[in-house]
Structures are given as C-alpha cells and as structure tokens.
C-alpha cells in the first residue's frame, strides 16, 4: 500500500519559514518524481514544485527563489523549505508521487497525501 505522510504545516507570520515534509512508503521513492501542490478554497490545485529521480527541478513562478524542493532517497522523504512566506501563500500543501518523468501536471501524478495547512497571517 502507497502512503504518502505530509507534515510540517501551520500558522505563521508573513516572513516567517516553514519546512514541510513528506515520508513516502510503498513504492521505489527513487524511481519517482515527487511534487508538491497546493489548495486553496474554491481553486483548483496549482503547482508548486517537483523534483525528479535525475535531479530535474521546477517552481511555479510565484515561489521562485523563496521555495526549495529536496529529497532525501534513503529516508524516502521530500521536502519543501519556504522562506519569505506571504498571506497568498495559505492552502493545503500535498506532496504527490508520479512514476519516473518530471511533471508540473497534478493530473499526471497518481498518488497523493492527505495534505498540510499552512497558513500565513500578516
């Protein structure tokens, strides 16, 4: 069974950093490309970031040089370091898995977490 465990989420003031983590069990994590996506009421799920098994990295522009995605292969575990983080940046963040190629299509990833609440108050 694939399970995939975010953490890390919560409230905190705008500049403030987060660190969000996810364990991910049930699957070969280092064939995977791992991306994380975030949710807010009445929107669709937007892109956030990915990192594939050959080290390809992409960020919605929005994040770009705030937001780092890493992943650790043998703790089967990525993260997501957020600095600078602003009010627009609240939503639910998941983490989702997707076999082998890098993606910024949430419909193309087949497993995801149940998600983190992140919120930023001014």
């Known amino acids: 069974q694939v399970r995939l465990v975010e953490s890390g989420g919560g409230l905190v003031q705008a500049g403030d950093s987060l660190t969000l983590s996810c364990v991910v069990s049930?699957?070969?994590?280092?064939?995977?490309?791992m991306g994380w996506f975030r949710r807010t009421p009445g929107k669709e799920r937007e892109f956030v970031a990915a990192?594939?098994?050959?080290?390809?990295?992409g960020y919605t522009d929005s994040v770009k040089g705030r937001f780092f995605i890493s992943r650790d292969n043998v703790k089967n575990t990525v993260f997501l370091q957020m600095n600078g983080l602003q009010p627009e940046d609240t939503a639910v963040y998941y983490c989702?898995?997707?076999?082998?190629?890098?993606?910024?299509?949430?419909?193309?990833?087949?497993?995801w977490g149940q998600g983190t609440q992140v919120t930023v108050s001014l």
């Open positions: 989702a898995a997707r076999m082998l190629l890098y993606s910024d299509d949430p419909d193309r990833y087949l497993y």
């Open positions: 049930g699957l070969i994590f280092s064939t995977y490309t």
């Open positions: 990192l594939s098994r050959n080290g390809t990295i």
